[in-house]
């Protein structure tokens, strides 16, 4: 793969995924946050690509990361928005000034749990989809969005 030159990608995790590891290790693996950001900087590195993380459990804090990205020109964003992807038309409509490559990642999957978490608020304007594919949904989602900006 070429590699351009200054790719920029950011991650958002959304609500409680601070406390990965912690929280129902059934159903969101046992790795720590900081894990999958170190796991995920690393693999970024490989191609060339500076990655920013970024998490908050407030969904005005992500809207107001949305708008950065917005103002900085990120070339990518894969968003884990946890609990907000199935209420937040904030963080929609907030994505939706971004033209950029977006994939939203879940670590479980969504579609296998209850009735209220089968809606995603930003399934149609994302640019894709992972889920259910615990941490590696990351890399998977980092390795599209640089195929994404490389034109492959």
Same mark, same amino acid.
């Given at each position: 793969m070429v590699k351009k030159k200054n790719i920029r990608v950011h991650v958002i995790h959304g609500p409680n995924? /601070?406390?990965? &590891?912690?929280? #129902?290790?059934?159903?969101? &693996? %046992?790795? @720590?946050? #900081?894990? %999958?950001?170190a796991d995920l900087k690393n693999r970024a590195n490989s191609l060339g690509i500076s990655l920013e993380t970024f998490q908050s459990n407030h969904e005005g804090e992500i809207i107001e990361k949305i708008h950065d990205i917005f103002n900085t020109k990120s070339n990518g964003l894969i968003i884990n928005p946890a609990?907000? =992807? *199935? =209420?937040? %038309? @904030?963080?929609? $409509?907030?994505?939706?000034?971004?033209?950029?490559?977006?994939i939203e990642v879940h670590l479980s999957n969504i579609y296998k749990r209850e #009735?209220?978490? *089968?809606?995603?608020?930003?399934?149609?304007?994302? =640019? &894709?989809? %992972?889920?259910?594919?615990?941490?590696?949904?990351? =890399?998977? @989602?980092? /390795? @599209?969005?640089? #195929? $994404?900006? /490389? &034109?492959?």
């Open positions: 995924l /601070n406390m990965l &590891g912690k929280r #129902e290790p059934a159903i969101y &693996g %046992i790795k @720590a946050l #900081e894990e %999958i950001d609990a907000f =992807t *199935h =209420t937040s %038309i @904030a963080i929609r $409509d907030a994505l939706t000034l971004l033209d950029i490559p977006i #009735e209220f978490r *089968h809606k995603s608020m930003l399934a149609d304007i994302v =640019t &894709g989809q %992972i889920t259910g594919l615990g941490s590696l949904g990351y =890399t998977l @989602a980092l /390795n @599209a969005i640089a #195929e $994404d900006i /490389n &034109g492959k």
